[in-house]
């Protein structure tokens, strides 16, 4: 059974950096595709960023985070990471990290997509 653990939220001033952490057991991470989704308070989750697995390697953002947000994989430590630059305030959430129920992701912006999914980590931008 795959399991995932995140880490790497905390606090932040607004244009500064973090790098989010999953760990990923039960499964090869070069087998899988993964995802970041958020959800601020009173907010439905949302996506964020999803990379399929590594025959095909394709990456996707959700509009807000493109071009700020990297999403990437660490075969050695078979976990992957999202790497945050430029952060603002509305970039604050609750960050999971999900396994989708296939390499290949299709529908990679829809929760349903994934089966597995992590206990969350904070994230917070202010000043």
């Known amino acids: 059974q795959v399991q995932l653990v995140e880490s790497g939220g905390g606090w932040v001033q607004p244009g500064g950096s973090l790098r989010l952490f999953c760990a990923v057991s039960?499964?090869?991470?070069?087998?899988?595709?993964m995802a970041w989704f958020r959800q601020a308070p009173e907010k439905e989750r949302e996506f964020v960023a999803a990379?399929?697995?590594?025959?095909?390697?394709?990456?996707y953002y959700a509009d807000s985070v493109r071009g700020r947000f990297t999403i990437s994989r660490d075969k050695a430590k078979n976990a992957v990471y999202l790497q945050m630059n430029s952060l603002k305030p509305e970039d604050t959430a609750v960050y999971y990290c999900?396994?989708?129920?296939?390499?290949?992701?299709?529908?990679?912006?829809?929760?349903?997509?994934?089966?597995?999914w992590g206990q969350g980590t904070q994230v917070t931008v202010s000043s």
């Open positions: 039960g499964d090869t991470i070069s087998r899988l595709g």
């Open positions: 999900a396994k989708a129920k296939f390499g290949d992701i299709s529908h990679f912006h829809v929760p349903d997509t994934y089966n597995t």
């Open positions: 990379i399929n697995w590594i025959w095909t390697d394709r990456q």
